[in-house]
């Protein structure tokens, strides 16, 4: 990164590179914990978090237009896309850059097969050069072409996301510092929001806000486009529209926003249109939201495990449980992450044990609105858990009018 987008970000040349070379020392530790020689990924923010190189993110979620191969003792070898191979010179985990090899459809039409099969020579001689004999190799995604050639050249394929979540999972000192910065992006982009409403804007409009915040203040994108109005409010999930609100209507968010050096901010925040008072609804939703979210954000102490945070877990009154959020929590750093952990009558059947620890980043759900109802509110928080226990980060006012 240069001097100039330093200064925009406010982070040092060092500061940086302790950022990159920390997240790929987590991920080389999880590669040999799981007797690989390699890895080879193609998810962006796998590709990130080896590499600290960054380019064209939601492109080539869609587009395998690049990918890295990173030597569980050997050197870390990015194949960026063709023309853009400068954009890494300076990362310090880059050992080479290369040229990426496209064999997806899109980029190969009816050569893909061809282009695969030279792809698959290059990755299959990385792993005979610097494998020293050995052939598991952890994949995080790949289309089944590449699958099939590379089981026939004799690597034996590992599931590499799981790799990458477990290293991941907890954050380092610099990782902690860029998601302060991130969250402070989005608690600023939320206030402009809540302050610039006004009766006659459209959702689009209101959600705007959040866009133009981050992208003014070295943010990058959005994940989703979860901000409804009144009666859209209920059942969440639908997304922004050209609804236009109206005095006294809810608006709800969940911002899902990955701001500075590319890490994410989950916060939600509900608030009233225009000058007109609360109803007494909207005030009970408000407070059962804030008192779910507020009660199970106490939970994620170190060592305690899913199932028990599941089981203490505050849920919703029984006429509002069919809408509840499923999921109590779930981890973040550079976008959503692992773990998710949901509530106590579907974790043992759908879900997983693990355990909570230092360093992790956690995002508490909450939503409050009952089946058929006229609105909803939508509220989340963002932790730090440590070695005392959850340090909230998320740390912007609630709507006082609404918790009265």
């Not at 400068?86 to 050992?95: C, S, T, W």
């Not at 939970?299 to 203490?312: K, N, Q, T």
Request: aromatic content about 8%.
């Amino acid at each position: 990164m240069n001097a100039e987008n330093n200064d925009v970000l406010g982070q040092s040349p060092d500061w940086h590179r302790r950022l990159d070379l920390g997240r790929l020392a987590r991920l080389k530790a999880r590669l040999l914990e799981h007797d690989c020689a390699a890895g080879l990924f193609y998810d962006p923010m796998n590709i990130r978090y080896a590499t600290g190189a960054t380019n064209m993110q939601v492109y080539s979620m869609h587009n395998p237009c690049r990918y890295v191969f990173v030597g569980t003792e050997g050197p870390v070898i990015l194949f960026e896309f063709a023309g853009c191979e400068f954009l890494a010179e300076d990362r310090p985990a880059v050992d080479e850059v290369r040229v990426a090899q496209a064999w997806y459809h899109f980029a190969a039409g009816p050569r893909m097969m061809e282009f695969a099969r030279s792809w698959c020579a290059e990755i299959v001689d990385l792993m005979r050069t610097y494998g020293g004999g050995n052939r598991r190799l952890a994949i995080d995604r790949l289309d089944p072409i590449g699958t099939h050639l590379l089981e026939e050249g004799g690597i034996e394929i590992v599931e590499g996301q799981e790799v990458a979540h477990l290293a991941r999972i907890v954050k380092t000192p610099e990782e902690i510092t860029a998601i302060r910065q991130s969250i402070d992006v989005c608690q600023e982009a939320i206030r402009r929001m809540i302050a610039g409403t006004r009766p006659g804007m459209t959702e689009n409009a209101i959600w705007s806000i959040l866009h133009q915040t981050n992208a003014e203040r070295g943010g990058e994108w959005i994940e989703t486009r979860l901000l409804t109005s009144g009666p859209r409010t209920n059942p969440w999930y639908q997304e922004a529209s050209e609804r236009r609100v109206e005095e006294g209507d809810i608006v709800c968010l969940d911002s899902d926003l990955i701001g500075p050096h590319g890490y994410g901010a989950d916060i939600s925040r509900s608030w009233t249109v225009g000058d007109r008072k609360p109803t007494d609804d909207q005030r009970r939703l408000y407070a059962l939201a804030h008192e779910q979210v507020s009660r199970n954000s106490e939970l994620f102490m170190p060592g305690r495990s899913f199932f028990e945070i599941a089981d203490l877990a505050r849920r919703m009154p029984e006429d509002y449980l069919a809408n509840e959020q499923p999921a109590i929590a779930h981890g973040s750093g550079l976008c959503n992450e692992f773990p998710l952990l949901i509530h106590s009558d579907k974790i043992r059947a759908k879900g997983h044990d693990g355990i909570i620890e230092p360093g992790m980043i956690i995002c508490i759900e909450s939503y409050a609105g009952a089946p058929g109802g006229k609105e909803g509110v939508k509220l989340e928080q963002q932790i730090l858990v440590t070695e005392d226990g959850p340090e909230l980060l998320s740390d912007m006012e609630f709507e006082e009018d609404l918790l009265e």
